[in-house]
């Protein structure tokens, strides 16, 4: 089997269980956003912003980590799990005691509109615990990638949305029918159920967290107390500028809507940052391509390393990924008005103009992943904190010099120059530091064509269904012509 079709077809299985959780899942956008108006839906998006952030934090770039030092001390496997666990351990037991009796005073520096402080404090007391289950699972879900068991780790991610959806689902809608419809026990739910509480989402996900974690009670039972303090130091000289580029990324999809939050008027923060949150969600469709290639692609680049043509493969898969990360980009736009539906609330689509420039900065984060294998195969990390640092400092200045201007057009038109930004220089300096033949003018080829394409159909044809699809028709054709010949023989090798 050729490589490039090997890992197409590791791919494809990761694809296929964050395509199945992300379809259940998908459910809950257009849930929440007609369960919620946008005021109230600002805060769910607020605290999972903050969970996001903290989970980066957390996690200490391990996961990169543990993959890179599978492979580099091949002797010491077990220690590698071992060292990489009480990592994360440690650091979540560290927050779980300077978080959970603070929350109060943390409460009060987050809050923002008319919701109570006691409301956020509450909230904060369940987010402590789902970071705390989910942080626990971060490496034994990574072993599961590393020994090759997709289909395991698709069912326990499959499980968990399945759980967290139909909790939802009962304590959004099922309880309130029960009540109005004054069903056996309808005067015991009464008396605890609060319409419209938003807290109901958090508690979901506890619960779901807590399937979670007991699903991977077998990957959990592996650890060991004992660990190597050599490989340990190494690890961790190797793993804090992953932190720090995977905090950066973090600051650069969450923090948009934390300073819309504070930098916008009281009168009108909550209902933007709403509609941002509910339009940045139709991304969706995009992020999920960009997640499954994550997950094939970090365990796969690190496994075929030391082969003698690696980079002609890693520049092969790079023309691959971006000519199927274009076609989605300019079919998603040319549907936009079939898929804006997918959040139905009519008071969320004025927010619509986001779409374009969040979905290019998530083809510019796709190709940045791409490329930053260079930097985690020649142990060259610290570059990822340059990259993700240098696009962290873009969001945070230019969201706060344009939001109380602009609003969140301002976020999203940031958003696409950071992520095009850190994609450009992570190119730059890997073609210097650690050079890959990739087709360079080939590349981008492709997306400048599928950026005049989005252009034409967004903006020029007002969105006309027509026209945007006779233009994505064109883009196929084009690109098949181009490719199909060695597409057909790539996946015909043996």
Not at 90 to 115: E, N, R, S, W
Not at 284 to 298: K, M, P
Not at 337 to 349: G, R, S
Not at 427 to 449: D, E, F, R, V
């Amino acid at each position: 089997m050729s490589t490039a079709k090997k890992f197409a077809g590791q791919t494809a299985i990761y694809g296929l269980s964050t395509i199945i959780q992300r379809l259940i899942g998908s459910v809950l956008t257009p849930l929440y956003t007609t369960a919620y108006n946008p005021g109230i839906y600002s805060i769910f998006t607020t605290m999972f912003s903050y969970a996001s952030i903290l989970n980066a934090i957390l996690a200490f770039g391990m996961e990169t980590t543990f993959f890179r030092y599978l492979n580099k001390v091949q002797e010491n496997k077990r220690q590698v799990y071992n060292n990489s666990f009480w990592a994360v351990a440690g650091l979540t037991a560290v927050f779980f005691l300077c978080v959970y009796p603070f929350a109060h005073q943390i409460a009060g520096f987050i809050k923002f509109g008319d919701t109570p402080q006691s409301e956020f404090e509450r909230y904060i007391r369940y987010f402590v615990w789902v970071l705390v289950l989910d942080n626990l699972c971060v490496l034994p879900f990574a072993k599961l990638r590393a020994d090759g068991r997709p289909m395991k780790y698709g069912l326990v991610k499959v499980v968990n949305i399945a759980v967290m959806l139909s909790l939802n689902l009962i304590l959004i809608f099922g309880v309130p029918f029960w009540i109005n419809h004054n069903l056996t026990g309808a005067d015991w739910m009464a008396g605890w159920y609060h319409p419209g509480w938003i807290g109901y989402v958090f508690i979901s996900n506890i619960a779901a967290s807590l399937v979670t974690f007991l699903m991977l009670l077998p990957q959990l039972m592996m650890v060991q107390f004992n660990f190597n303090r050599v490989i340990f130091g190494d690890m961790l000289g190797y793993s804090w500028p992953v932190l720090i580029a995977n905090l950066s990324f973090i600051i650069n999809e969450n923090l948009d809507k934390l300073l819309l939050g504070k930098l916008l008027r009281d009168n009108i923060a909550k209902h933007d940052v709403g509609v941002y949150s509910g339009c940045a969600k139709l991304s969706i469709f995009l992020s999920i391509f960009v997640q499954a290639f994550r997950l094939g692609a970090e365990p796969f680049f690190f496994n075929h390393a030391k082969n003698k043509n690696s980079g002609q493969t890693y520049a092969r898969i790079m023309d691959y990924f971006v000519i199927a990360i274009c076609l989605m980009f300019v079919g998603i736009v040319a549907n936009i008005q079939i898929l804006k539906y997918y959040v139905p609330n009519h008071n969320y689509w004025e927010g619509l103009g986001v779409v374009p420039p969040l979905l290019f900065g998530y083809v510019s984060l796709g190709v940045y992943m791409n490329l930053s294998v260079w930097y985690k195969l020649s142990d060259q990390t610290k570059y990822g904190l340059y990259i993700s640092g240098i696009g962290a400092i873009i969001t945070i200045i230019f969201n706060v010099l344009f939001i109380p201007k602009y609003s969140y057009m301002a976020s999203a038109w940031v958003s696409f120059a950071a992520y095009t930004a850190m994609m450009i220089m992570s190119y730059i300096w890997g073609q210097k530091n650690y050079p890959i033949p990739y087709n360079l003018k080939k590349n981008l080829a492709y997306i400048i064509i599928s950026v005049v394409f989005v252009y034409l159909s967004f903006y020029v044809f007002k969105r006309n269904i027509f026209a945007g699809n006779l233009l994505f028709i064109l883009f196929i054709a084009g690109a098949y012509l181009k490719e199909g010949k060695e597409l057909k023989a790539i996946f015909n090798r043996r």
